[in-house]
RNA sequence: GCGCCCGUAGCUCAGUGGAUAGAGCAACCGCCUCCUAAGCGGUAGGUCGCAGGUUCGACUCCUGCUGGGCGCGCCA
């Protein structure tokens, strides 16, 4: 529709043009957009202010010009001036209806776009170290990342929801030698436990299925497990050498059986991880290891790109990638003095492998304490002689969790936290879901626990869901009383639907595509929580102010088929956020709260 | 110190150059003989952090200031 009033507007610039009437170097692009306020008609264009300089004229004069010329068309009614010199576009009735007939026809459809002209592109989120669960900070990403890419696919991208697993470095190796120690102390031994180690109670479940499986086939006595390791920080040293030395020790010891506390380790957390993420309503598409790019030689290769275009050198001993050249603050090292690579040279090998696959965008959801990562992958995409524009890195500001008014830390050195686990058995998926994604990403949120859990009509998500279980309980009662739904009797008789509230529902569901749409292009997932929730608005209106089952047969229909209409607006919008669409919601299943 | 993000109603937040700045919660007043009251209608609530600038037009863009969050290792 704004193409065809795009099109009206340039045609009568045309003409203005050819009869003199106008002296312009150009036709500009014309801006038409949707009216906040229905007294402003249904589009609006401001082409008459913007042309009000190169042509100076006054705009409201412009725009008597242009309407002189504009085209008649089966779809506008009316078209007027007004403000400064806004022209306003008033659709015909018949053209606002015939979405409802468009909804019908393409069901869950509706919305779908070939936006993304089925371009491969990737989205990663979350990635967090599989060194412990995912605690509510990680459900952020997790929702908004689902969310995105659901938007994504919707629109018409061939999207590939990735989550990176760090299984490779130092802090995996914590990992293992924390769950041997924990080991150790189940067999008996004496063990003073590393002030760095990871303390969290799942270490010691891990140990306990290690100990299971193995028996005491890896018990060493304390002694030799610590021999020639240096003091711990409570006991005047260093808490990261000691860790570290413990760590060389445990290879030295252990052999083979390190490598199965390790594996033991990191395929427990990681398929807890997949666990909670698919109780969360989040799916992927790859779990990409890191050891995999140290297997292959992807990091040689893109060292080798770096090296080939002169950004990498030798100083202190340590190699390092000359990020400066592209704007950002420090130079990066990408293999230590020790010769161990850095997880910057991952990330590059990373990013190389993802251009490699033929990605034509590579979104990455951070949080918002990665934002210095931006700068040195820009750079690094720049310096291996990519488009950076094919990378876009959004930044996840932080949530708060409030409970009982309170402040809830995210977590804890000591390895106390709420898990997302925990959120969801508590606040339940569906409103966990929605309360991550109801708020800008770029914005800082409070996660209120007992908003989320309260099942009132203080709680978003179950006012939209109520609104879909509504419409199910119209269409269950209409077959309760052996009366049929007829869509094309509906779609006839859709001239009936006259009422302001059925007039500003129909409004609202022929946005569904552009909310989208513009959800997708400017990543903004919000936007459509809050779209369901004006929609779920207008809804319950309608319901109080009109009867649905009325004796009226055509009318009846006209209303049901609007009420259907609705319901699959509502609940494929419920579907990309991740929450579910009940058909049946009853007030005794509430629980007190 | 440097860099990134944020400041809109009592609270939590929408509003990515347009018309009279909007929701929800909290407050107050109403609505179930009628398709689910997890609902609806109404009232009240504002110096869009402050000061300049750009523009026909600024909550929106630019600069400075101010308040808050986060980040600045051969850590991961």
């Not at 306020?37 to 264009?45: F, M």
């Not at 390092?320 to 950002?328: E, I, Q, R, S």
């Not at 309260?454 to 279980?469: K, T």
């Not at 004796?551 to 609940?571: H, I, S």
Request: proline share 3%; net charge negative; glycine share 6%.
């Amino acid at each position: 529709m704004i193409g065809h009033i795009q099109e009206l507007i340039e045609n009568a610039l045309e003409h203005l043009q050819a009869k003199g009437e106008f002296d312009l170097e150009n036709i500009p692009t014309i801006n038409i957009e949707r009216t906040r306020d229905k007294k402003h008609g249904d589009y609006a264009s401001n082409v008459a202010l913007t042309l009000a300089k190169p042509l100076k004229s006054n705009p409201r004069a412009i725009a008597e010009k242009i309407i002189s010329e504009l085209a008649s068309s089966s779809h506008v009614s009316r078209v007027e001036i007004a403000g400064p010199g806004f022209i306003n576009f008033y659709l015909t009735n018949a053209c606002r209806l015939q979405v409802i007939k468009r909804i019908l026809k393409l069901k869950e459809d509706f919305g779908s776009s070939k936006l993304g002209e089925d371009q491969k592109i990737t989205v990663e989120f979350v990635s967090a170290n599989p060194t412990g669960p995912l605690h509510v900070g990680h459900g952020r990403g997790a929702a908004f990342g689902s969310s995105l890419t659901n938007i994504l696919k919707k629109v018409g991208y061939d999207v590939h929801a990735e989550y990176y697993v760090n299984d490779h470095g130092r802090q995996m190796d914590i990992l293992a030698t924390s769950v041997w120690l924990r080991y150790l102390e189940l067999c008996g031994e004496p063990i003073t436990f590393p002030t760095n180690g990871y303390k969290g109670d799942y270490i010691v479940d891990i140990a306990r299925c290690v100990r299971s499986k193995y028996g005491d086939d890896l018990r060493h006595a304390q002694s030799e497990v610590f021999a020639q390791v240096s003091p711990d920080e409570p006991a005047g040293g260093s808490k990261e050498q000691h860790i570290d030395d413990l760590i060389v020790n445990a290879k030295d010891i252990l052999g083979k059986g390190y490598q199965k506390i390790f594996k033991k380790a990191l395929d427990s957390i990681l398929s807890g991880i997949e666990n909670d993420l698919e109780d969360f309503n989040v799916h992927y598409d790859e779990w990409f290891s890191e050891k995999s790019l140290h297997k292959g030689d992807t990091i040689e290769r893109a060292m080798a790109k770096l090296a080939e275009s002169e950004h990498l050198y030798k100083k202190e001993g340590a190699l390092w990638f000359n990020a400066t050249h592209f704007g950002d603050e420090k130079d990066r090292v990408v293999m230590r003095e020790n010769g161990l690579k850095t997880y910057f040279a991952s990330d590059v090998a990373y990013l190389l492998n993802k251009f490699e696959r033929g990605f034509e965008k590579s979104i990455y959801v951070f949080g918002a304490d990665h934002h210095g990562y931006i700068p040195r992958l820009k750079a690094a995409t720049k310096a291996m002689g990519f488009d950076a524009d094919k990378i876009d890195i959004l930044l996840i500001q932080f949530a708060h969790l409030f409970k009982s008014g309170k402040k809830v830390p995210m977590t804890t050195r000591g390895g106390q936290f709420v898990t997302l686990k925990e959120l969801v058995s508590e606040v339940g998926c569906d409103a966990s879901r929605f309360f991550y994604v109801m708020r800008s990403h770029e914005q800082h949120l409070d996660f209120d626990m007992d908003l989320a859990k309260s099942q009132s009509n203080d709680n978003p998500v179950y006012y939209i869901q109520y609104a879909h279980a509504r419409i199910c309980s119209i269409m269950r009662k209409l077959t309760e009383q052996n009366m049929m739904h007829n869509v094309e009797i509906g779609h006839v008789a859709v001239e009936l639907l006259v009422e302001e509230q059925e007039l500003d529902l129909i409004k609202a569901l022929s946005q569904y595509p552009e909310v989208i749409e513009k959800a997708a292009t400017s990543y903004a997932v919000h936007t459509v929580a809050n779209y369901l929730r004006e929609l779920a608005q207008l809804f319950h209106s309608y319901y109080n102010a009109h009867q649905v089952q009325v004796d009226n047969e055509n009318l009846r229909n006209a209303r049901l088929n609007l009420c259907l209409a609705t319901r699959y607006v509502l609940a494929d919008g419920l579907r990309l956020l991740g929450s579910s669409a009940p058909e049946e919601m009853r007030p005794e299943d509430r629980k007190e709260t």
